[in-house]
Structure formats: C-alpha cells, structure tokens
C-alpha cells in the first residue's frame, strides 16, 4: 500500500484519538482500544514506512497514549534498586571509553608530578605552596608526618572533607561543557598535585606511611574524580561529536548521562569523607590491617565499576548496541489546570528555556546598566568597590552590597532598573504566551495592556514593587547566615498581578493577598525549589568556573597591575549580576505560572467553561 493512501484512510481515525487525548479522557476500556489500534498501525508503518514521518508521528502518538493509561502506574520493582543494579551499570559499559580514558590522564598526571619534582625540586612549592611543605615538614621533624588529618574534630572534618570533595567532582564534571577540555586540565592538575605529594613522601622514606595514611581515603577520593572525569569527558564528547543528532539533543543526552554518572559516586564522597575524617588520623593501627582496608576499598570500586557492567554485558542483561529514541515531543504549558510544586517547576524550567531570548537580553543589558552606574560613579577604586571571597558562597556573601553599597551612594536606582528590566520583560512575555492563540500565533491586534501605554504603565508599576523589594533584599544573609529577611514569593505573584490584571498599586496588593491566602504553602514550597535553584547556579560561580574563565580572559590582554584588578572587578561583578538577574527571572517565571493554578484554585474559571 502506497504511504499517500495509508494515510488517507486511517487519517480520520487518528485525529479522533488526538480530540479524545486533548479532552483527558479517563474510561481505560476505550484508552486500551485507542493503544491496540494505534500501534497496529505503528507495526504497520514500521515495517513499510520505517523512515518516513508518519512512522514519527505515530510513535509520538501512541507514547501520549501509554503516558494516559500508566502515569498512575506505580512500579513493582523499586527505582532506586533499579537505578544501582541496572541503569548506573549500563551507563558505566556505555561509558567505558571515557572511564579508561579519564584514568589514564590521571595517571599519566601523577606520573608527570613526580617526575617533574625529581627533575626540579622547586616544582614541589609550586603545586602544593610553601606553607602546605613547611607545616609538613614540621610534621616530620616532630615524628607524626600525617599530623594533618588530626588537626580538627573528626565531624566538622567529616563534613568539610565531604563538601570539597562533591565541589571538586561536580567541577570536574561541569567543566567539561568546554568541549570536553575543562575537564582534562583539572584531572591533570589534581593527578599532578597529587603525584608530587607523593613524591614528596618519598623523597622523604615515608613512601609506606604516606600510602597507607593517603590512600585510605584515596581509593575512594580519587576514584569518584576519575569517575567525575569520565562523566565531564561524555558531556564534552556529546558537544565535540554529536553524530546523527542536532548539537544540542546531543548534549542534552550526553549531560543527562553525565549527571547519571555523578549521582554513582556520591556514596564514594560520603565514605571517603568518613574514612579521612575518622579512619585516617589513627596512624598507629597496623600496617596490614590497613592494607588490608585499602584492598578492599579498590576491590569494590573495581568489581562495581568495571568487572560488573562488563559481566552484565557479556550476559547480555542490557544491550547497548541498538538504542532507539522516541521523538520529541513538544511540552506544552497548560495555563487551566491545577498543579502541583513539581509540575510548576518543570513548567517554569520550560517557559524559561523557550522565552530565553527576551529574557537573557533583558539580563544583559541590565547588567550593562547596572555595571555602568556602579564603576562610573563609584567614590572608590573598582577593585575596592565589591568584597568577592574565595570560599563557599562567596559570591552571594557580596549580592547585598549590589543595592547598598558606601563606595557608591547611587547605586540602588541601578540595581532596581536592572531588575526590573527582567521581572518586567520575564511576566510580560508570559503574558503574550499566555494570549498566544490555540495555533501559536500572536493576536492580530494589541489589547489596551499589550499596548505602548499599557506597556509604559506595567513598567513603572512593576519599578514601584521592586524599588520596595530591593529595599528588603540587601537585608539577606546566605552562605551559612540567617536567611530570616529573604524575600517572600508574594512579591512575585504580585508583579504577575500588575501585569495581567493592570489597575492601581493598592488594589493589586489587595488582590495578591486574597490569591495568596489559600495557596500560601504551595507558594513557599515552590519558592524554596527555586531558590535552592539559585543558589546552585551561583555554587557553580564559587566552584572556580568565574576564576577559569577570568583566567582565560586575562591571558589574551595585557594589561598592567592596576588595569587587571580593573578587569576582574568589572568582569566578576558582571558575570554575577548577569547570573543574579537570570535567577530572578527564573523565580518570576514559576511564580507568574503559579498565579494561573492559583486563580483556577480560588475562581474555577476554566473548570466553569468546560462544565458548560
């Protein structure tokens, strides 16, 4: 049968299924009927038409149909056994190029740090710093060369050493978006480092105690850093070699594997953690029983992620080399529904992503202007203007001094209009989606809000709610500090009301908290997932990435002392507002779809239709 005549016959047929899905049908006898006849054709279409469209379109529809019928479905078996006994093995196998590969460049790392130290003894102070050697040659003189691991209390030791090391992997891991590059420099960087710390020791004739004391935790430290370098090598590898995919289906893919592979090692942080916090500082066990404890440390992370997935495969519990993909499917916003916390995360994630155009020139020239007000009329030095530390939040530990700031008294109109651009141009966007016709086009002709005027209004509306925001937030105190002061989510549902709903300040302050009263808990919840959101994306800053990329700027100019802190006063405090703005746009995109759910919740307007 010809594919013009298989279609005209069956066509009818198939958008009747369609109408039923998009009415949420919900009687399982006729959804298992649509299921049967569906993939009837889709076998059909398969076996006659395997690379036209219509074998697409079919697929696509018969997953929407499955989605109907199981998405209550609980599982028998449980994910998270699953994940450990079949899909994190699986991705192991699937990534075995990039794990040997990672573990070579480790090693060969180690290699060049010991060599590099035996050729030139200074090389030692270079990687590991002066005062790292002289405390531990201190040490040594006093007879305990591993006085290091019991300087501090064993569970405040436990949860620094955990916390690095999860920043170290996931830095590891992250920096492989570079095409895969990022990754490598830091398994040669550690691998170095921690090649001539243990040349050091040998140089010494402590090789015995250094390796028993470092590798007690070492197996598992260092194993889950290869294993992050593996992950960070497969994101970077899906971005260099995207195959028959476009470059960013390859990625995503690629980055999802990634993360999966992330997830796996986060066991192997917790008990290295432990065992350096706890184990390590009892130097005077005996030598074979720790040997013995380091053997069996290399032997688990040997079998589980490489004799394993290798036997699984022989065994052919999982096959690796026939991967089909369903087609995408295009997630549509559905602005008449209740919904839950999740629901409105994953639809504001999606928002963003399709209006990130708009919404990144927004932050963009926010951060322009507000860079501009900042340097050009600060009364001090630029490097002196912002305080931005090393350590952890150390970034965020400087967002307040953005609106209040002594060095420059002019500085919070700035950092309103910034803001504001983006809170303005992220609800006002939601607003065209949200008139956007059913076939996805835009109106014909502006209402009285979508025009200049009504624009104009909106605008400086939304100023008055966020010069009073921003005359809360500097209060703010994160990074370990009290966060009692964080700005509640009403602020947002109330600029969503200014722009949806227009009319004068007090009613729209009014108007928020009758929405706000019955829904205030969901509000919250949804607020804290994003604002944990946030705070991972300036986590990413203090992780070094704003440093990597300061440093790679740099090298490309030359500039004299005074220019450099110039550049990277200007270039840190412009990556971090450009940051803080995204995230503020973030937080009004979910709380914008919130306001829908919300008014569904107290007015059933769309409930009221559909029952007529």
């Known amino acids: ?343 409105l995360f994953t639809d504001a994630l999606i928002f963003f992503r399709k209006c990130l155009r708009p919404i990144g020139l927004a932050a963009l020239v926010g951060c322009a202007v507000f860079c501009a007000g900042a340097f050009l009329l600060a009364e001090v030095k630029p490097a002196e203007l912002f305080s931005y530390q090393s350590d952890l939040f150390g970034v965020v530990q400087a967002v307040p001094s953005f609106f209040k700031n002594p060095g420059n008294p002019w500085l919070f109109p700035f950092a309103v209009l910034a803001l504001n651009l983006v809170v303005f141009t992220t609800q006002f966007s939601l607003k065209r989606w949200r008139n956007r016709t059913p076939d996805g086009t835009e109106p014909e002709a502006d209402t009285p809000e979508t025009s200049l005027v009504g624009i104009g209004s909106g605008f400086l509306k939304t100023m008055v709610a966020v010069t009073i925001f921003s005359l809360i937030f500097p209060a703010a105190r994160l990074g370990g500090h009290a966060v009692d002061d964080v700005p509640v989510p009403d602020f947002f549902l109330w600029t969503q009301v200014i722009i949806f709903e227009g009319g004068n300040i007090f009613a729209t302050i009014a108007r928020t908290g009758e929405l706000m009263v019955t829904q205030f808990g969901q509000m919250l919840g949804l607020y804290l997932t994003q604002l944990l959101c946030g705070a991972l994306f300036f986590l990413i800053l203090d992780t070094g990435l704003l440093w990597f990329l300061l440093d790679i700027l740099s090298m490309n100019f030359y500039l004299s002392a005074e220019g450099t802190q110039v550049f990277e006063a200007v270039a840190v405090t412009g990556i971090s507002v450009f940051v803080l703005l995204l995230i503020f746009g973030l937080w009004a995109a979910g709380s914008g779809l919130q306001y829908f759910s919300i008014l569904e919740a107290n007015e059933a307007i769309f409930l009221e239709k559909r029952l007529r």
């Open 1 to 343: 049968m010809r594919e013009t005549i298989f279609i005209e016959q069956n066509q009818q047929k198939w958008q009747e299924f369609e109408q039923l899905l998009e009415g949420k049908v919900s009687d399982p006898e006729k959804l298992n009927e649509l299921f049967v006849q569906v993939t009837d054709d889709l076998s059909f279409a398969r076996t006659f038409y395997p690379n036209r469209s219509v074998r697409v379109y079919l697929n696509g529809l018969a997953q929407k149909i499955f989605f109907n019928i199981y998405k209550n479905k609980k599982s028998r078996r449980s994910n998270f056994v699953e994940f450990w006994t079949n899909d994190l093995p699986r991705l192991i196998y699937d990534a075995r190029f990039d794990l040997r590969l990672s573990l070579f460049i480790f090693t060969l790392a180690m290699a060049i740090g010991m060599l590099s130290c035996w050729a030139e003894p200074d090389f030692l102070r270079t990687i590991l710093g002066d005062s790292y050697v002289e405390m531990t040659e201190e040490n040594i003189k006093s007879g305990d060369p591993m006085a290091v691991y019991k300087e501090a209390g064993a569970f405040n030791m436990f949860l620094g050493i955990t916390l690095n090391n999860i920043l170290v992997a996931f830095r590891t891991f992250i920096m492989g978006i570079f095409y895969g590059i990022g990754t490598v420099g830091i398994l040669l960087y550690n691998g170095v480092m921690l090649g001539a710390f243990q040349y050091f020791f040998i140089e010494k004739g402590l090789f015995q105690e250094s390796f028993l004391a470092v590798w007690l935790h070492g197996s598992f430290e260092i194993s889950s850093i290869v294993i992050a370098g593996a992950a960070g090598l497969t994101m970077g590898r899906g971005i260099v070699f995207p195959g028959t995919f476009s470059r960013e289906r390859s990625f995503q893919l690629a980055a999802r594997r990634g993360m999966s592979l992330m997830v796996g090692v986060v066991p192997l942080f917790i008990f290295a953690g432990f065992t350096e916090s706890y184990l390590t500082r009892h130097t005077e066990a005996p030598d074979w029983l720790r040997g013995l404890f380091i053997f069996i440390c290399f032997a688990i992370v040997a079998f589980y992620f490489a004799i394993f997935p290798q036997w699984k495969a022989r065994k052919g519990q999982f096959k690796t080399e026939d991967v089909r993909l369903t087609p995408d499917l295009e997630r549509r916003v559905d602005f008449t529904q209740l919904k839950t916390t999740g629901e």
